[in-house]
């Protein structure tokens, strides 16, 4: 199959803090397996974190956006055959973010579930930036400046992936055919992998910087990230009892243990029906902790050699600019602000 022939993936996580396992299995690990059959398009979302304040005052942004570069690489994304880059890097981004959030309706913005969770958490009336509010319509640029064909997201940004088709839609109306309209991918199992301390709550990056024994990230120490898994919430029963309906802590460690060990709900109703808790968790723990031993070795690897990484980010960026600058272009002419 020609490079040509291949359907266009575009995807990125935001830089608001170390990324966990609900990252990697909702996201990351999918553009792994999937970059031999899609052509990847795949960025570190830094502009995004300016919408959440606290993720960023007296934190070194550009080294965490860095580190979260070196942790794709690490996780096994090829930069050869994916194209991968810093948002702020590629600058077409924030000049058809303003193109897409003249065309947004204010009220397609606040309906948005995020923006009404993380606006209440940030108290909207104190004066919380208008970025919040118009994330989608940068996230619609992001999307639509690479003309993909699939955007695969963990299910809490399904929302976002929608509004981007109305707002490319409603683009194309409103100016002439511009935008390809993307189809949503989300993952059959893990979608959604909730927190270990609170498994109806989604694991999710700010959380982890709040309450430890959340998440799983990435780069924690192997001990530590042990020690969360074997507290991991439950309930008041002693083990796993597939006759009745698992509590959704049960339910998590499960979908973690099969989405890191590729195996189906069957399969682990075999091997731990009846079986205690306890054993359930050093199960998960072990694959979990083998997998971020391989991801945080290739990792140091990766972050020692500046040089490679500096002229990773540099090449990135520039064969992302090389499609994004085209369509920005295009988008420019389809507004009349060029000819
Ligand atoms: N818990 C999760 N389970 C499965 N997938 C997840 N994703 C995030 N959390 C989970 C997926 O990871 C990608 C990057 O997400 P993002 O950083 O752009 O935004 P997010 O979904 O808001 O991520 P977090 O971790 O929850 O961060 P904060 O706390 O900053 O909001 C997406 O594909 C997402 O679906």
Same mark, same amino acid.
């Given at each position: 199959?020609?490079?040509?022939?291949?359907?266009?993936?575009?995807?990125?996580?935001?830089?608001?803090?170390?990324?966990?396992?609900?990252n990697?299995?909702?996201?990351?690990?999918?553009?792994?397996?999937?970059?031999?059959?899609y052509?990847?398009?795949?960025?570190?979302?830094?502009?995004?974190?300016?919408?959440?304040?606290?993720?960023?005052?007296?934190?070194?942004?550009?080294?965490?956006?860095?580190?979260?570069?070196?942790?794709?690489?690490?996780c096994?994304?090829?930069?050869?055959?994916?194209?991968?880059?810093?948002?702020?890097?590629v600058?077409?981004?924030?000049?058809?973010?303003?193109?897409?959030?003249?065309?947004?309706?204010?009220?397609?913005?606040?309906?948005?579930?995020?923006?009404?969770?993380?606006?209440?958490?940030?108290?909207?009336?104190?004066?919380?930036?208008a970025?919040?509010?118009?994330?989608?319509?940068?996230?619609?640029?992001?999307?639509?400046?690479?003309?993909?064909?699939?955007?695969?997201?963990?299910?809490?940004?399904?929302?976002?992936?929608?509004?981007?088709?109305d707002?490319a839609?409603?683009?194309?109306?409103?100016?002439?055919? /511009?935008? +390809?309209?993307?189809?949503?991918?989300?993952?059959? @199992?893990?979608?959604r992998?909730? !927190? #270990?301390? =609170? $498994? /109806?709550a +989604?694991?999710?990056?700010?959380?982890?910087?709040? @309450?430890?024994g959340?998440?799983? !990230? #990435?780069? =924690? $120490?192997?001990?530590k990230?042990?020690?969360?898994?074997?507290?991991?919430?439950?309930?008041s029963?002693? !083990?796993?009892?597939?006759?009745?309906?698992?509590?959704?802590?049960?339910?998590?460690?499960?979908?973690?243990?099969?989405?890191?060990?590729?195996?189906?709900?069957?399969?682990?109703?075999?091997?731990?029906?009846?079986?205690?808790?306890?054993?359930?968790?050093?199960?998960?723990?072990?694959?979990?902790?083998?997998?971020?031993?391989?991801?945080?070795?290739?990792?140091h690897?990766?972050?020692?050699?500046?040089?490679?990484?500096?002229?990773?980010?540099a090449?990135?960026?520039?064969?992302?600019?090389?499609?994004?600058?085209?369509?920005?272009?295009?988008?420019y002419?389809?507004?009349?602000?060029?000819?």
């Amino acid at each position: 199959m020609t490079s040509q022939a291949k359907k266009r993936v575009l995807s990125g996580i935001t830089a608001t803090g170390s990324l966990h396992i609900g990252n990697y299995i909702g996201a990351i690990s999918q553009w792994v397996d999937n970059q031999a059959e899609y052509e990847n398009f795949l960025f570190v979302a830094d502009l995004h974190a300016l919408t959440i304040p606290e993720a960023i005052v007296g934190k070194n942004l550009r080294a965490r956006v860095e580190e979260i570069f070196a942790l794709y690489l690490a996780c096994g994304i090829d930069p050869e055959r994916s194209t991968l880059f810093v948002q702020s890097d590629v600058v077409e981004h924030a000049e058809l973010g303003w193109l897409m959030t003249c065309v947004t309706p204010v009220s397609w913005l606040e309906r948005m579930t995020q923006f009404k969770t993380k606006g209440k958490v940030a108290d909207v009336d104190s004066g919380v930036g208008a970025g919040l509010l118009c994330y989608p319509s940068l996230q619609a640029a992001d999307i639509l400046l690479y003309d993909p064909d699939l955007v695969p997201v963990g299910e809490d940004q399904k929302q976002h992936v929608e509004i981007t088709r109305d707002i490319a839609k409603r683009f194309n109306a409103m100016f002439g055919e /511009t935008f +390809k309209v993307p189809d949503v991918v989300i993952r059959q @199992s893990g979608g959604r992998i909730m !927190g #270990l301390d =609170d $498994p /109806t709550a +989604k694991m999710s990056k700010s959380t982890a910087e709040r @309450s430890p024994g959340h998440a799983i !990230g #990435l780069l =924690d $120490p192997l001990d530590k990230s042990r020690k969360a898994i074997m507290r991991a919430v439950t309930d008041s029963n002693s !083990g796993v009892d597939f006759s009745n309906e698992l509590a959704p802590g049960v339910t998590n460690l499960l979908t973690i243990f099969e989405c890191f060990t590729a195996t189906t709900r069957e399969q682990s109703r075999e091997q731990f029906d009846g079986a205690g808790y306890g054993t359930l968790k050093s199960a998960v723990a072990d694959v979990v902790t083998d997998k971020l031993a391989e991801i945080q070795s290739r990792f140091h690897d990766i972050a020692d050699d500046r040089d490679t990484l500096n002229k990773q980010l540099a090449r990135g960026a520039e064969r992302a600019r090389a499609i994004a600058s085209t369509k920005l272009a295009q988008a420019y002419r389809a507004t009349g602000l060029r000819q």
